[in-house]
């Protein structure tokens, strides 16, 4: 089910209605409807892929039960990498098997073998897969780290697995932040459902208004790149990187304002990552829950085990973590090299830990306008985050360089093409105005602006440029 649909628009206020007005005096069977709700949810796509989201919650929780019980922490490090490899088994198999048959079978053909793609197989992506994996299998690692008790309440914990406003693109929310506001008893909160509502109006605004417009001008261009001079290949560049921060940074408003409607609390997911003035501050910045989870789960561990084996091999590391990122993403070899892209702008931090450190927390601090210096990191930052878009949206490596070499030739433009830019200046000034609050300005009064008739005028926009058949989240396929 899209959040940017009919049926979604009925399925919401019948949850509602239900989880504050019927089922409220018992937790368990309000869980119980979280529950039921959120396998509706995920169901509408393809309800076979139900019985994988109930395996993974079966697994892990099992697992988690037992972890404590074990009297060796051999014993239960075999139990947490019994989590880990059925979890990345699951992953592995629906999203990366034809990945790897395919790389080893165009390998041998480079080699002078011929061999033909019989071990392919029509395989589905089940929606989401990447993000219920890791929120369940982060729950097994930090029973095991003794950071969070586990839980013997199956209905609730299978509720923070499957917590429908986040099941499918995130945040990737950590069992110690969800689950225990699924334990404990919610009493409604007249601002935080308010909230919630005007976070809901702002990222359907940020999808349907902007990305959906965006949409079409990036898949003509990438599409077509061979036909266009540089001018326009950067103006597709520029647009795709806005098109997927309002496509997901949408999805999290999105989600995190239906959390509150249900009196729970997710993290956040984006904090104004264009107006970063490095590339640190940018993955500090973009996708929170996925770079916070990676660093907590492969980076920091890893740099603990070879915390004395020299630059070359934190280098090594470095890049391992980027590439995972990188890797998660999809199962092609652009997603490798946009993150391989990334890391090597990190190299710099091996050798000095300091190299990205900034004297304030965000641009303009306390002040209206950014110093020249600060324009220039922003604007410098921003190109290098839009050149890794373009291998993370091109279908190969070859179409990804060509694109970038097209890039610099030709910079003849037309109104037509640069249309996409009324949609984006407005977004940008106003992220500006409103960069020092990360949930918006819905959430502070203003006195220069009425929230309740902004809110109205942002929902007649977005009926104007609603479609029925509006496209997915581009999260969705990872």
């Given at each position: 089910?899209?959040?940017?649909?009919?049926?979604?628009?009925l399925?919401l206020?019948?949850?509602?209605?239900l989880?504050?007005f019927?089922?409220?005096?018992?937790?368990?069977v309000?869980?119980?409807?979280?529950l039921?709700?959120s396998?509706?949810?995920?169901?509408?796509w393809d309800?076979?892929?139900?019985?994988?989201?109930?395996?993974?919650?079966?697994?892990d929780?099992?697992?988690?039960?037992?972890?404590?019980?074990?009297?060796?922490?051999k014993?239960?490090?075999?139990?947490?990498?019994?989590?880990?490899l059925?979890?990345?088994?699951?992953?592995?198999?629906?999203?990366y098997?034809?990945?790897?048959?395919?790389?080893?079978?165009?390998?041998?053909?480079?080699v002078g073998?011929?061999?033909?793609?019989?071990?392919?197989?029509?395989?589905?992506?089940?929606?989401?897969?990447?993000?219920?994996?890791?929120?369940t299998?982060?729950?097994?690692?930090?029973?095991?780290?003794?950071?969070?008790?586990?839980?013997k309440?199956?209905?609730?914990?299978?509720?923070?697995v499957?917590?429908?406003?986040?099941?499918?693109?995130?945040p990737?929310?950590r069992?110690?932040n969800?689950?225990?506001?699924?334990?404990?008893?919610?009493?409604?909160?007249?601002?935080?459902?308010?909230q919630?509502?005007r976070?809901i109006?702002?990222?359907?605004?940020?999808?349907?208004?902007?990305?959906?417009?965006?949409?079409?001008m990036?898949?003509?261009i990438?599409?077509?790149?061979?036909?266009?001079?540089?001018?326009?290949?950067?103006?597709?560049?520029?647009?795709?990187?806005?098109?997927i921060y309002?496509?997901?940074?949408?999805?999290?408003?999105?989600a995190?304002?239906?959390?509150?409607?249900?009196?729970?609390?997710?993290?956040?997911?984006?904090?104004?990552?264009?107006?970063?003035?490095?590339?640190?501050?940018f993955?500090?910045?973009?996708?929170?829950?996925m770079?916070?989870?990676f660093?907590?789960?492969?980076?920091y561990?890893?740099?603990?085990?070879?915390?004395?084996?020299?630059?070359s091999?934190?280098?090594?590391?470095l890049?391992?973590?980027?590439?995972?990122?990188g890797?998660?993403?999809?199962?092609?070899?652009?997603?490798?090299?946009?993150?391989?892209?990334?890391?090597?702008?990190?190299?710099?931090?091996?050798?000095?830990?300091?190299?990205?450190k900034?004297?304030?927390?965000q641009?303009?601090?306390?002040?209206?306008?950014?110093?020249?210096?600060?324009?220039?990191?922003?604007?410098?930052?921003?190109v290098?985050?839009?050149?890794?878009?373009?291998?993370?949206?091109?279908?190969?490596?070859?179409?990804?360089?060509?694109?970038?070499?097209?890039?610099?030739?030709?910079?003849?433009l037309?109104?037509n093409?640069?249309?996409?830019?009324?949609?984006?200046?407005?977004?940008v000034?106003?992220?500006?105005?409103v960069?020092?609050?990360?949930?918006?300005?819905?959430?502070?009064?203003c006195?220069?602006?009425?929230?309740?008739?902004?809110?109205v005028?942002?929902?007649?926009?977005?009926?104007?440029f609603?479609?029925?058949n509006?496209?997915?989240?581009?999260?969705?396929?990872f």
């Amino acid at each position: 089910m899209l959040f940017n649909s009919i049926e979604f628009l009925l399925f919401l206020p019948i949850v509602f209605v239900l989880y504050w007005f019927v089922f409220n005096e018992n937790l368990k069977v309000q869980n119980s409807l979280i529950l039921i709700s959120s396998y509706v949810f995920y169901g509408w796509w393809d309800y076979r892929f139900l019985s994988l989201i109930f395996l993974s919650t079966v697994v892990d929780y099992i697992i988690g039960l037992n972890i404590p019980k074990q009297d060796s922490d051999k014993k239960q490090k075999l139990l947490l990498w019994c989590s880990v490899l059925f979890n990345l088994s699951v992953l592995g198999f629906f999203k990366y098997y034809n990945f790897f048959v395919d790389s080893w079978i165009d390998l041998l053909n480079s080699v002078g073998y011929e061999v033909k793609s019989v071990w392919t197989l029509n395989i589905i992506l089940p929606v989401g897969i990447s993000f219920y994996t890791f929120q369940t299998m982060s729950y097994s690692i930090d029973v095991y780290r003794k950071k969070l008790d586990p839980t013997k309440d199956f209905i609730s914990f299978a509720s923070f697995v499957s917590f429908f406003p986040q099941l499918v693109a995130g945040p990737i929310e950590r069992a110690s932040n969800l689950l225990p506001q699924i334990l404990k008893k919610r009493e409604f909160q007249y601002e935080q459902g308010v909230q919630g509502l005007r976070l809901i109006i702002w990222g359907m605004f940020k999808k349907v208004v902007i990305a959906d417009s965006l949409a079409p001008m990036v898949d003509d261009i990438f599409n077509n790149y061979q036909d266009f001079g540089g001018g326009i290949l950067w103006l597709g560049a520029i647009y795709f990187t806005f098109q997927i921060y309002c496509d997901f940074s949408g999805y999290s408003d999105i989600a995190i304002g239906t959390s509150k409607l249900l009196g729970i609390e997710l993290m956040s997911n984006f904090n104004y990552p264009f107006f970063s003035r490095n590339i640190s501050e940018f993955w500090r910045r973009w996708h929170i829950s996925m770079t916070s989870w990676f660093t907590d789960y492969i980076y920091y561990p890893l740099k603990l085990e070879f915390r004395d084996s020299g630059h070359s091999v934190n280098i090594i590391v470095l890049l391992f973590y980027f590439s995972v990122i990188g890797f998660w993403h999809g199962a092609n070899w652009t997603f490798i090299v946009f993150g391989l892209y990334h890391g090597m702008f990190f190299i710099p931090t091996i050798v000095n830990p300091k190299f990205y450190k900034l004297k304030t927390h965000q641009i303009s601090f306390n002040k209206i306008f950014p110093s020249f210096k600060e324009l220039y990191q922003v604007i410098t930052t921003f190109v290098i985050v839009l050149i890794g878009f373009v291998f993370f949206r091109s279908e190969t490596i070859v179409d990804s360089f060509t694109y970038l070499s097209g890039m610099i030739s030709n910079f003849n433009l037309s109104s037509n093409e640069t249309i996409g830019l009324l949609y984006i200046f407005p977004m940008v000034i106003l992220d500006y105005l409103v960069k020092n609050n990360e949930r918006f300005l819905l959430f502070v009064k203003c006195r220069l602006i009425n929230n309740s008739l902004f809110c109205v005028f942002l929902i007649l926009i977005i009926l104007l440029f609603f479609k029925e058949n509006s496209g997915d989240f581009i999260y969705f396929q990872f």
